[in-house]
């Protein structure tokens, strides 16, 4: 009889990604955030207030865009990397600056913004999130946010050996408003 694999442990992380808010922190996009983990914010934030509306929320990662050109912006990072649960996650506003650095390989998610086009692509077990604007409308396009769940479960074999297994989920939500 052979005996199954069983959970040890579990483990869900659910991290809001927002970008481009441009100096505009929506209500309904505080909404669409409560209850997440983690935020990540990937550039052109706008102003140190939205910031500090993000942090009520949630801990924050969050990246220097083109725009944000104030002196309070200085100490952003271009990039960031996090990690969660094993996950490791590269932020920088601009996809094609974060090319070389994604190459060394590693992560298991990118983030961009700068495009105000959400998206969401699988390359090579590897997920590349832009999570759109989630500032003033521009383009027709509707006000969004991302959402990444990681989920970890720890499993025991009935050796007693354990390991864990990952799942990395993504997702693009539009958020009301005008």
Known sequence: ??????????????IGVVSDTHGHLYPEVREALQGVDHIIHAGDVGSPQVLEGLKAI??????RGN???DRWARSLPVRAEVKFEEVRILVGHIAARLRDVEKSGGFSVVVTGHSHMASI???DGVVHINPGSAGP???ERPRTIGLLTIECVGMEGPDGQAGKDRSIGAEIVAVAGD
Do not use: F, G, H, N
């Open 137 to 139: 409308r521009r383009y």
């Open 121 to 123: 692509e699988w390359d």
């Open 58 to 63: 949630a801990p924050v990662t969050a990246v």
């Open 1 to 14: 009889m052979m005996e199954a694999i069983k959970p040890a442990s579990s483990r869900r992380v659910v």
């Open 67 to 69: 725009c944000d050109l």
